[in-house]
């Protein structure tokens, strides 16, 4: 009968999950975090990938990303949404299925907390990579710890296809093998970069291009760099106030545990679930300190080790009510439910952290700005080639991103060989951060002609768009 009521107890959290994610897929028409052009160009890779297949090897896309995706993104922006759903889903039983094999109580917290984690909640509606990191790291898990540890090496090794930080996770996973003294299992973690080098080098004609062209190995970055906590302070930003308490002590009981029993420190929960969220999380504050791997310090890629941070969470939720009420039975389950109905009910409330349900899920003030300067363009009745860089033009002109024939990047050397009837479309985000070009910088081109300049003003200040052809 509890084996019974504890699955569908899944069954329902499940269930709420898919109605929740359908109201939202149909009722909002955002692309993923705030207007991301992340977002957007993820999604434009794995559309495009059909007519331009070299974006299967292409790192920044993420080849194995791509390689999954690409038959939802042919629907659109809506389709990309609905495999990352699918894959949340996935993950959130995973999440479940991992801590009921580890005998843990109240296995049901762990998906509540990753179904209502408001940023996990959030990237489920975007093209970003985080949610597919995410299923791989807790379904390899939840092989490791069933003892299939062929399978979840084997999918472990293509993690880092999916994100550049899965050689953290191949490395933490590796350890565990050997603390196990699985060594026949290792070689295992290799295959995923063995498959990719050898599919890839008819394209690169370089049997090393998984490692060559990773665009983040540089030992700088764009950025800059930042405080050596900020994730510390960011993660509050990620996961909410309620389960960044519950994180908290769920990171106590296992200190605790480890003080009263050093041979704690060498299971899976330990070197897997703790071990993997430390290292990942450890990592990106170092790399964001020290201004390296063109780490942006965005908080977003703490989502991606979400059903770890859930495991722990739930960890938290029994020590503070199992330990600390042990003795006062109804104290304890009043206490139990205060803490699952404040995580439920946080993210709806108007909390930094919480859910913001207009600016999270439907179209940003720049992107409806970005629609008035196709309408404008298309008026404008000429065969041209864009130049651009603000990728959600390429999804509203309804153009292959990556055909170079029909766009190319805005940068100086693309600005020289600009032919008659071209289009130029300047931004002040990427054009002039990323690209290094300013308003000033394009203003003071000779052969630009000024067409039409876009402005508009949000939260974040201005945004602006300009309009150039070739005089």
């Known amino acids: 009968m509890n084996s019974i009521l504890k699955r569908y107890t899944i069954v329902l959290l499940l269930l709420i999950h898919l109605i929740g994610s359908t109201l939202i897929l149909f009722l909002f028409d955002g692309t993923g975090e705030r207007g991301s052009a992340d977002s957007v160009l993820h999604?434009?890779?794995s559309k495009d990938a059909v007519n331009t297949p070299s974006l299967f090897f292409n790192h920044w896309a993420k080849p194995l990303f791509v390689l999954l995706s690409f038959p939802f993104a042919q629907f659109g922006i809506i389709g990309?949404?609905?495999f990352n759903i699918i894959l949340a889903s996935l993950t959130i039983l995973y999440t479940y299925k991992t801590v009921s094999a580890l005998k843990y109580k109240n296995p049901f917290i762990a998906p509540i907390v990753l179904i209502f984690t408001p940023l996990y909640f959030v990237l489920t509606f975007s093209g970003l990579t985080e949610i597919l990191f995410s299923f791989l790291i807790i379904y390899s898990t939840y092989l490791f710890i069933k003892n299939k540890y062929i399978l979840g090496a084997i999918i472990i090794s293509f993690l880092p296809f999916a994100r550049s930080e899965g050689l953290i996770i191949i490395g933490v996973f590796g350890f565990f093998l050997?603390?196990?003294k699985e060594w026949k299992i290792i070689p295992y973690l290799i295959l995923g970069h063995l498959v990719y080098s050898f599919a890839g080098y008819f394209y690169y004609d370089d049997i090393l291009?998984?490692?060559?062209k990773i665009p983040y190995a540089k030992m700088s970055s764009t950025y800059e760099n930042g405080n050596l906590f900020?994730?510390?302070h960011q993660l509050f930003y990620v996961i909410g106030a309620p389960i960044y308490l519950l994180l908290i002590a769920g990171i106590t009981a296992l200190i605790k545990k480890y003080i009263n029993d050093r041979t704690s420190l060498f299971n899976e929960v330990s070197v897997l679930i703790f071990g993997g969220f430390l290292s990942f999380f450890v990592s990106h504050s170092l790399f964001w300190y020290l201004g390296i791997f063109n780490s942006m310090g965005l908080k977003r890629v703490l989502i991606a080790v979400a059903p770890f941070i859930a495991i722990i969470a739930l960890m938290g939720y029994n020590f503070l009510t199992n330990f600390s009420f042990?003795?006062?039975?109804?104290?304890k389950r009043g206490i139990q439910f205060s803490l699952v109905l404040i995580v439920i009910v946080f993210p709806f409330t108007s909390n930094k952290s919480a859910i913001h349900w207009e600016k999270d899920f439907k179209l940003v003030k720049n992107q409806?700005?970005?629609i008035e300067v196709i309408n404008y363009i298309e008026n404008i009745n000429s065969e041209k080639t864009y130049i651009y860089s603000y990728p959600y033009f390429s999804d509203l002109l309804k153009i292959n991103h990556s055909d170079k024939s029909i766009r190319v990047n805005l940068s100086n050397d693309n600005l020289k060989n600009i032919k008659e009837n071209d289009i130029v479309i300047w931004d002040s985000w990427i054009c002039a951060?990323?690209?290094?070009?300013s308003e000033k910088n394009i203003r003071e081109i000779p052969y630009l002609k000024e067409l039409k300049t876009f402005r508009i003003q949000d939260e974040n200040g201005e945004y602006s768009f300009i309009v150039f052809s070739k005089k």
């Not at 291009?209 to 060559?212: A, K, Y």
């Not at 042990?326 to 104290?331: A, D, M, S, V």
């Not at 951060?433 to 070009?437: A, D, H, K, R």
């Open 230 to 232: 900020h994730f510390v």
């Open 178 to 180: 050997l603390l196990k």
């Open 368 to 370: 409806e700005l970005a």
């Open 326 to 331: 042990k003795n006062n039975t109804y104290l």
């Open 80 to 82: 990309i949404k609905v």
């Open 433 to 437: 951060i990323e690209n290094g070009i």
């Open 209 to 212: 291009w998984v490692f060559t």
């Open 43 to 45: 999604y434009l890779f």
